[in-house]
């Protein structure tokens, strides 16, 4: 399926289990934040949304630790 929709799988070095922490920790968030309930009524509404939250929101007024 991977090659049907020419994606590429996202692999951690072997043994490293925590090479993917930050995505895993950032995706928790977006979900609890973001997305949690929501039912888009479009693919473009879905996209518009994730920007929204992602370009303005996370990346510049959220605080990081």
Known sequence: ML???E???SMSR???CYDIAPMESFFATLKVEC???V???SRLEARAELFEYI???YNRQRIHS
């Open 3 to 5: 090659t049907t929709y």
């Open 7 to 9: 994606l590429l799988p």
């Open 14 to 16: 072997r043994g490293n």
């Open 35 to 37: 997305i949690r309930g």
């Open 39 to 41: 039912v888009y009524s």
């Open 55 to 57: 370009e303005v929101f």
